[in-house]
């Protein structure tokens, strides 16, 4: 089996000291903010103690170079791909989830985008981490665009099944989605469930906006914790002071538990 890489290594080593981990996401689409902007964004995350930073998004099509360089430019802590498609895939990472959406309907999202990035992945020397992707209700753009099959919210022995049977493949990371900028976060008793059972770290988004909604999501058993909305919305403005709450937050949470 194939060490983990260098940007996988890190991750794992501010887990093992915080027993948490924060990645702030960066959607890369050109509509919603500059290379440059995108840039500062991360500056601010990584000042604020953010571990790693994700660019992805369902919808980000096309050139996301030019937003990479600039992210690249900026922070020295891990920038890592989260491919809404095989669109999302640049050089200039360090690393790409290697995501399998498993609960989607369609083969697309289970295994052929992979297929069809993987030699590219090779090509452009990315370190992929093996990914299981699993969205939970309510959903958002990335279970409409992923054809997925909703993990119901009251339903976390479904989200157990799927997990364990991930973990038995050999992905790195199960990650539960509600979805970006969801009404309804990932269920707490659902991230207990799966956290009390699995070996792998759990990554949980969508949907947290307040420093107390991330931590009760890390309480919960959450190792990696990803938002991107409350980021994006506050970030420019307060110059990272809401994610710094957040992160001492998430991290008071696992040092109580
Ligand atoms: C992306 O769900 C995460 O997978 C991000 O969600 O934008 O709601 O933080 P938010």
Do not use: C
């Not at 990472?93 to 295994?111: G, K, Q």
């Not at 990335?142 to 050999?170: C, H, S, T």
């Not at 506050?234 to 709450?245: A, P």
């Amino acid at each position: 089996m194939a060490d983990p890489g260098p940007a996988w290594k890190s991750i794992l080593k501010v887990l093992k000291e915080n027993r948490v981990v924060h990645l702030t996401l960066i959607d890369p689409d050109p509509a919603k903010q500059s290379s440059t902007v995108a840039g500062k964004i991360a500056k601010l995350a990584e000042a604020a103690g953010t571990n790693g930073i994700m660019v992805g998004g369902s919808t980000a099509f096309g050139i996301i170079d030019e937003t990479l360089q600039s992210i690249k430019g900026q922070v020295k802590i891990p920038v890592l791909l989260f491919p809404g498609n095989v669109s999302g895939l640049s050089r200039f990472a360090d690393a790409v989830f290697f995501m399998s959406l498993l609960n989607s309907r369609t083969t697309y999202w289970l295994i052929d985008a992979h297929t069809l990035a993987a030699r590219y992945i090779k090509g452009f020397n990315l370190e992929p981490i093996s990914m299981a992707y699993l969205i939970v209700q309510p959903g958002g753009t990335a279970g409409y665009v992923g054809d997925a099959r909703l993990i119901p919210r009251n339903k976390p022995e479904i989200a157990l099944g799927f997990g364990l049977a991930a973990q038995y493949m050999g992905f790195q990371i199960v990650y539960l989605e509600a979805g970006s900028g969801a009404k309804n976060a990932v269920p707490l008793p659902m991230i207990e469930l799966l956290s009390s059972q699995l070996d792998v770290p759990i990554a949980v988004g969508g949907g947290m906006s307040t420093p107390e909604q991330a931590a009760a999501v890390s309480a919960a058993g959450a190792e990696i914790i990803v938002q991107g909305t409350a980021i994006e919305r506050t970030i420019l403005e307060d110059n990272g002071k809401q994610l710094s709450k957040t992160i001492k937050a998430i991290q008071q949470a696992k040092k109580r538990g």
